[in-house]
């Protein structure tokens, strides 16, 4: 059974950081792309930034690019985000992803599996 478990979320003031973690388990995590998602009330979920299971590749969206930066650490089998610099508009439920495919992945689109998200409120 795949299980994709996010924390670290939390309420911070803008400027401050965060790091969230998504811990995996029941799939092969070296050989998988993973991803961070968000969903804010009454939008819809958009893509943040994700990471390929080939080393160095990595996908920004433009609103988090130089702030967000995305790791993983197959030891763990796990992906990190941490966030610098947070805006009142980075609130949102952070979701971790996976899939096969980094480049379908970055679409938002062939998702395997999903996480259960995590709040992050960022106060102006």
């Known amino acids: 059974q795949v299980q994709l478990r996010e924390s670290g979320g939390g309420l911070v003031q803008a400027g401050g950081s965060l790091r969230l973690s998504c811990a995996t388990s029941?799939?092969?995590?070296?050989?998988?792309?993973m991803g961070w998602f968000r969903q804010a009330p009454g939008k819809e979920r958009e893509v943040v930034s994700t990471?390929?299971?080939?080393?160095?590749?990595?996908y920004y969206a433009d609103s988090v690019k130089g702030r967000f930066t995305i790791s993983r650490d197959n030891a763990k089998n796990t992906v990190f985000l941490q966030m610098n610099i947070l805006l009142p508009e980075d609130t949102a439920v952070y979701y971790c992803?996976?899939?096969?495919?980094?480049?379908?992945?970055?679409?938002?689109?062939?998702?395997?599996?999903w996480g259960q998200g995590t709040q992050v409120t960022v106060t102006s």
């Open positions: 029941g799939l092969t995590f070296s050989r998988y792309a």
């Open positions: 992803a996976t899939g096969t495919n980094h480049a379908t992945l970055r679409t938002g689109t062939r998702i395997a599996y």
């Open positions: 990471i390929n299971w080939v080393p160095g590749v990595t």
